[in-house]
């Protein structure tokens, strides 16, 4: 790995820290802050909510900027509220850092993922991206399970100062490792929008909304999932945890180098097919404990794989405006967490069984393989037409 690179998975590390570190918090935080587990649940979605608002407007806000100055002032905001949510001394007062906290996180992605692939050698951009996103998942497989250990048995303060001393060193490595990379906008902010008339550029956010949803049905369930179906002890699911995390970094080298071999929507048709398969032997299988822990690696896997094929495709796709359409897709990204969970839970509160989300992830998964089929078609027709068209 390119030290230059180093940053960006600085700054993946402290971002997956926070946004997945909540779920394991969430008792002591309502118990610390006298609220109920739901409202401390709020804390999840205003911070999912920043993504989404924020990965677009920064991205436009300071395009006109060199992306490493771009990098300091996302990673400072991080840094801020992280700091922030560590001392909050309210609920509301942490609801409202939580949601600052997100502002940067889908724009740091974003423009990181366009720095990377610039920063790559000919032929490698979608492994370098890879290099960012593996901050996120070695986030899930050690410092996630630590911060929630820590705020077990010490308190869930010092989680998120531990984030803040991530996001710092990132803001250093970012000032000494980072090359000052040149702007290169094409247009204004009102020609950067047009990209959003492109059909492509919606097919790739709608695969990544709708199908990586698919994986959310899943692993937000899969603590109960572990417990009530494959009868493993409520103390395994930290360890359950941690094997999908380790599927989750080795998914997301095996994707990186995917992307690189074959077109990026080939790639995600075929990981999103994966996904659909495994999500149903999810379903009947998840009774055999063995099974259940291999396919856990296996979803683990897929959930980070797709993650730079999509990158690279809509970086691809989003000619001119390709930081907003980057960020674009982290914001389809939390779209799909939110859908997930949310579909996921509905044959739940049916009284159906906790194998259930994973047939809902399975029909989502497969949309998303509609998607990323009409998106091949298209680019295949599009190529062959310019081929007939005269030189």
């Not at 590390?13 to 946004?19: A, M, V, Y």
């Not at 000919?122 to 630590?146: D, R, Y």
């Not at 040149?182 to 990209?195: F, H, M, N, Q």
């Not at 779209?335 to 259930?356: E, R, V």
Request: charged share 10%; proline share 4%.
């Amino acid at each position: 790995m390119k030290k230059s690179l180093f940053p960006l998975l600085l700054g993946g590390l402290g971002i997956g820290t926070t946004e997945f570190v909540m779920m394991g918090l969430l008792p002591d935080i309502a118990e610390n802050l006298h609220t109920s587990i739901p409202t401390a649940g709020h804390l999840i979605s205003a911070y999912a909510f920043g993504v989404v608002v924020g990965a677009p407007l920064l991205v436009m806000i300071t395009s006109s900027y060199p992306p490493k100055k771009v990098l300091l002032f996302l990673m400072l905001i991080f840094t801020i509220f992280n700091t922030v949510s560590a001392f909050a001394p309210t609920h509301f007062t942490l609801l409202m850092a939580r949601f600052f906290a997100g502002l940067p996180h889908g724009a740091f992605f974003g423009v990181g993922a366009v720095v990377a692939s610039r920063l790559a050698d000919e032929g490698k951009q979608a492994q370098a991206i890879s290099m960012m996103f593996a901050g996120l998942t070695i986030a899930n497989l050690a410092i996630v399970p630590l911060g929630t250990w820590i705020g077990h048995h010490y308190l869930w303060r010092y989680t998120f100062g531990i984030v803040a001393l991530i996001g710092l060193l990132t803001l250093m490595f970012l000032a000494a490792w980072m090359p000052a990379l040149p702007v290169e906008r094409k247009g204004d902010a009102r020609s950067e929008l047009k990209v959003f008339k492109s059909a492509e550029v919606w097919l790739v956010i709608l695969l990544t909304a709708i199908g990586t949803g698919g994986l959310f049905a899943w692993i937000s369930y899969i603590a109960p999932l572990m417990t009530k179906v494959s009868r493993f002890s409520a103390s395994s699911v930290s360890w359950i945890l941690i094997l999908a995390g380790l599927g989750m970094v080795v998914g997301n080298l095996v994707g990186g180098r995917l992307a690189d071999r074959v077109q990026p929507a080939k790639a995600c048709t075929g990981l999103l097919m994966a996904m659909a398969i495994t999500l149903l032997c999810i379903y009947f299988f998840s009774e055999y404990q063995v099974i259940a822990l291999l396919l856990t690696f296996i979803a683990g896997a897929l959930s980070m794989a797709i993650a730079s094929p999509i990158q690279i495709l809509m970086i691809q796709t989003a000619k001119g405006a390709e930081m907003l359409g980057a960020a674009a897709t982290q914001a389809a990204f939390n779209i799909g967490n939110a859908l997930g969970a949310f579909f996921g839970g509905l044959p739940i509160a049916a009284g159906l069984s906790y194998d259930t989300p994973s047939l809902v992830g399975m029909v989502m998964a497969l949309i998303g393989v509609l998607f990323a089929f009409v998106l091949v078609r298209r680019q295949a027709n599009i190529k062959l037409a310019k081929e007939l068209i005269p030189a």
